[in-house]
């Protein structure tokens, strides 16, 4: 993606995110795929992986059982608040971020360096954090907590210690590289 100095802070949640019926509470759009054990969703809240860990394991499924979360994204999160803030250039606000040849090597160093920039930013700033929405209306956050992507899902291994997390960063506008299906195809 470039510079995690240069890149924008843009807030993953928005109005009117949610186009599916039976929400989740924190895990926009979140769906099963007919006749198989296989959920999808938008970026959650903190919260929100847990509603949906919960949603998928039930009453029947152990939480200890093995469970795979994959992400797809190409640009790094972090959490403000429990609230999911990703990486964008700033001139890809409000649409597809096509980063180009993203692995995920390239994305957890990118995570890495985006929570730096973040915990700078805010310290720059007072305490504050400012992003923007996809509609590039400006925001600023009274920064409580700041999390990466990685300490989230290790956070949630408590509660489910079978997660097992899988970044696989595809590109929006076309087929995964042969070695992101592999990963998908044979960790399943």
């Not at 990118?110 to 730096?116: D, G, I, M, T």
Request: aromatic fraction near 8%.
């Amino acid at each position: 993606m470039g510079e995690m100095n240069d890149a924008a802070c843009m807030a993953d949640g928005f109005d009117k995110i949610q186009k599916l019926p039976d929400p989740v509470p924190g895990c926009p759009n979140f769906r099963r795929v007919p006749g198989f054990k296989v959920y999808c969703c938008g970026q959650p809240t903190i919260a929100g992986f847990e509603n949906a860990l919960n949603k998928v394991c039930g009453d029947t499924y152990p939480k200890d059982g093995p469970i795979i979360w994959f992400n797809l994204r190409q640009e790094p999160d972090v959490y403000v608040n429990g609230e999911p803030i990703c990486a964008r250039p700033p001139n890809k606000i409000g649409e597809y971020a096509e980063l180009g040849d993203i692995t995920r090597d390239i994305q957890k160093a990118n995570e890495e360096e985006f929570l730096k920039v973040c915990e700078k930013r805010k310290t720059e700033n007072g305490g504050k954090l400012k992003a923007v929405d996809i509609n590039k209306k400006e925001l600023e956050f009274e920064v409580k907590e700041l999390k990466s992507l990685s300490q989230v899902i290790e956070g949630l291994k408590e509660k489910f210690p079978g997660l097992v997390h899988w970044r696989v960063p595809v590109c929006n506008s076309a087929a995964p590289l042969p070695a992101d299906s592999d990963i998908i195809c044979k960790t399943s």
